[in-house]
């Protein structure tokens, strides 16, 4: 919580990839959390394409800090025969809340119909679903706009908001045609006035904060959105109240 | 705790600023007065300040644009590059003669297609020793392996190794340990939990803040910093204190 505003950072990950740093380590999580006011972090595990592995780790997570943290569940079309199903029982059965898909483990593109039924469950759920999105050719962000008009009931959230340019130029014009189309926040390019950028021209409703916690330490993620050149109003939207809105979850806290 | 608005809680000396148009990226600000408004947006108080024309085009021009930037008392202090060329050591050699130079930064050697290896900086490598000069170099654009090999041939040189990224987690530690001399710039780093490891490890001794301005924004790795769990007299040392110890020519203690 920050001066009565509750924060949440919508992008973090489950599942060790020590060759980064990362050890599911959820007190070091908690720790960085709790020293700059961030209530809940949204989590995943991108590692396993059954997507059952990894949403089962997810969940198992969440349940240390059930107050804490929050799942998304995780398919992969390099097995398109689960999707439908696994998604089912993220949702239903571990309380899974969106959806993460990472279509750069895969070499389809964000448009091509192999995704459809992902898109079309959270369509049918009304859920959010986050995908990675960047230069690389399956998951540039235009390819969100194309996909979130032909799915108007689900909410698309853009990863990295593009992470570079022309990227983050197509991530905002993908928001600025698409009302079910949001940026995120967390990049390891954080050049000056990107925050700004976004919040001017995407709008403050349309933007939320995610860290990438643990890749990323969330405190210089959410030092980003602290330090940046937009009012108090904004920053709110960004930190917490465009989440709250997007997950659809009541938080009393 | 967290508030909606920053400022550093203590003296903040931004050791890793670049200013000017770069041939490749569109500087910011256009007159030093708008660099030091965005740093005393964020508490800081001064900043070494390199010209970004000289990381990949000419450390030489760069270096006579540096003046510009650096000719008040506004707390941005000349951080003069050096390149592979002769004439790039000749011209820093100069500049020390006349009492200008405190501590030399790298150019981008990997865009300079110069591998930083002995047998071309040796002249710069030995003169900085000679001259007990820091050197600043980037991990962001020379290999860490030749930062770590060609470095290791000069244990007495201190060196501030600028730019360790989150990619780069598993290589900080073993660096600063085969490195004694060597100090790590923090803009790029933020592992979660990871610079409370290196200073559990190493010491807040051996770590500096920058922010890499303009590449990077100048507030966020000092927002983290002020939220560290370490002690304050650390923090103090990491965000100031070290550096001015660096500059001022004090050894830099090992751990």
Same mark, same amino acid.
């Given at each position: ?27 070091? @999580?908690?720790?960085? @959390? ?44 390099? @097995?398109?025969? !689960? ?36 898109? /079309? ?6 859920? /959010? ?20 008009? !032909? ?22 014009? /993908? ?26 021209? /995407?709008?403050?409703? !349309? ?11 969330? !405190? ?28 659809? @979850?009541?938080?009393?806290? | ?255």
């Amino acid at each position: 919580m920050i001066e009565g505003q509750e924060i949440i950072d919508f992008h973090g990950h489950v599942g060790p990839w020590d060759v980064y740093g990362m050890y599911d380590d959820d007190s070091a @999580m908690v720790k960085a @959390m709790d020293a700059v006011g961030i209530d809940r972090s949204c989590l995943f595990n991108i590692f396993h394409p059954d997507g059952t592995s990894g949403n089962d780790q997810t969940a198992a997570f969440v349940a240390r800090h059930p107050d804490r943290f929050v799942g998304f569940a995780y398919v992969s079309p390099l @097995m398109p025969e !689960r999707i439908e199903k696994e998604l089912g029982r993220a949702v239903d059965e571990l309380g899974c809340v969106a959806i993460k898909i990472y279509p750069p483990y895969s070499t389809w593109k964000m448009t091509d119909p192999v995704w459809d039924p992902v898109y /079309a469950f959270a369509d049918d759920r009304g859920l /959010a679903l986050i995908s990675h999105t960047g230069p690389e050719e399956t998951c540039q962000p235009e390819q969100v706009g194309i996909v979130a008009a !032909r799915f108007p009931n689900a909410n698309f959230v853009v990863g990295h908001a593009g992470n570079m340019e022309p990227f983050r130029t197509q991530a905002i014009e /993908a928001a600025q045609a698409n009302k079910n189309v949001y940026l995120e926040t967390c990049s390891t390019f954080r050049e000056p006035g990107v925050v700004e950028r976004l919040v001017t021209e /995407a709008g403050a409703d !349309r933007v939320v904060f995610g860290s990438d916690v643990p890749l990323m330490d969330p !405190r210089s993620q959410l030092g980003k959105i602290i330090t940046a050149g937009i009012s108090d109003d904004a920053k709110r939207l960004v930190l917490g109240e465009n989440a709250k809105r997007l997950l659809g @979850m009541n938080y009393s806290q | 705790m967290s508030n909606l608005s920053f400022t550093s809680r203590v003296p903040a000396f931004d050791a890793n600023v670049g200013v000017g148009h770069r041939n490749n990226r569109r500087y910011p600000f256009d007159e030093p007065l708008q660099l030091v408004e965005e740093m005393a947006r964020h508490g800081v108080d001064q900043a070494l300040v390199y010209a970004c024309h000289g990381e990949t085009i000419s450390p030489m021009h760069g270096n006579e644009a540096l003046e510009r930037w650096t000719g008040g008392e506004n707390g941005l202090v000349p951080q003069y590059m050096v390149g592979a060329d002769p004439e790039s050591l000749r011209q820093i050699q100069g500049l020390h003669a006349s009492g200008l130079v405190t501590h030399v930064r790298l150019h981008c050697t990997e865009m300079s297609r110069t591998p930083f290896v002995d047998w071309i900086y040796a002249p710069v490598l030995e003169w900085l020793v000679a001259e007990d000069l820091p050197l600043w170099v980037s991990m962001a654009d020379t290999p860490p392996t030749e930062i770590v090999d060609t470095l290791t041939g000069y244990p007495d040189l201190r060196a501030v190794i600028v730019g360790a990224h989150y990619a780069h987690s598993a290589m900080a530690l073993p660096m600063l340990r085969v490195l004694p001399n060597a100090t790590l710039e923090l803009s790029r780093y933020e592992n979660t939990q990871g610079i409370e490891q290196l200073v559990e490890a190493v010491g807040a001794n051996r770590l500096i803040y920058g922010s890499f301005f303009p590449r990077y924004a100048m507030g966020p790795i000092l927002y983290m910093l002020n939220h560290l769990s370490i002690d304050d007299s650390d923090l103090a040392a990491i965000c100031a204190g070290n550096v001015e110890k660096l500059i001022e020519g004090s050894v830099t203690d090992d751990k």
